[in-house]
């Protein structure tokens, strides 16, 4: 049970270039969830899925697309990266139960993202 | 989501009990109080949720007032070990359509 897993675990890019984060969770959860942590800050939300087929934005979409690619799977997507999305992305998953919504999310090791 | 307060940092020695509190005035009926800690270049980790009063596990208690409007993170004999950051989160009473925030946390560190 591997839980939450991200790749890749580091990434360099240029600015303008695009590329996809991946997440996968094996612990049939409904809800995935992409953040971004900047240095010395919380946790921002970028975009959630509270369930297979849905995506929702967060606090920081801007920049960003998600896709729920299945269950198990949601990836987000740098269209035309630039150096203010330099930051650590982290993807967590939860399943809510029912009569109590605030439920616990799991988080995968985190991909660091340069962009020069 | 209701916003929360807590201290930007706090030092301990190794062998102490350490307790963090964290205000949310603005706390909605049916919003829970949840504490994560997050290790350096780790995703955060669950530690505890509750709703009132006292919640107790192997790893920390949570003391929460009758107006909820604060609770109290406590971590018993700490060690170097639980040096990290800790956030308070409130909320989920309208999961779906609301922001979920960690804000800052405390950075708690542990002196040997």
């Known amino acids: 049970n591997a839980g939450v897993t991200q790749t890749p675990k580091f990434q360099v890019l240029k600015t303008g270039q695009s590329m996809t984060l991946q997440c996968a969770q094996d612990m049939n959860h409904n809800s995935m969830y992409w953040y971004r942590q900047d240095p010395g800050m919380g946790l921002r939300l970028i975009y959630y899925s509270a369930s297979e087929g849905t995506t929702d934005k967060g606090e920081v979409p801007n920049g960003y697309n998600v896709s729920r690619l299945n269950k198990r799977e949601f990836s987000l997507r740098l269209e035309s990266a630039a150096p203010s999305q330099t930051s650590v992305y982290f993807c967590?998953?939860?399943?809510?139960?029912?009569?109590?919504?605030?439920?616990?999310?799991?988080f995968g090791p985190g991909t660091r993202l340069t962009v020069l | 989501l209701a916003k929360t307060t807590q201290p930007i940092s706090m030092d301990s020695y190794e062998g102490q009990e350490v307790n963090i509190t964290c205000s949310h005035n603005?706390?909605?009926?049916?919003?829970?109080i949840t504490w994560y800690q997050q290790f350096p270049s780790q995703g955060p980790r669950f530690i505890i949720q509750g709703y009132k009063t006292k919640v107790t596990n192997e790893v920390a208690s949570l003391f929460i007032p009758a107006d909820r409007k604060s609770s109290t993170l406590s971590l018993p004999r700490v060690s170097l070990s639980d040096t990290a950051v800790y956030y308070c989160?409130?909320?989920?009473?309208?999961?779906?359509?609301?922001?979920?925030?960690f804000g800052t946390g405390t950075r708690l560190t542990i002196i040997p």
């Open positions: 603005n706390i909605a009926t049916n919003d829970y």
């Open positions: 989160l409130v909320g989920g009473s309208n999961f779906g359509n609301e922001k979920l925030t």
């Open positions: 967590a998953s939860s399943d809510p139960l029912s009569g109590r919504p605030t439920d616990t999310q799991y």
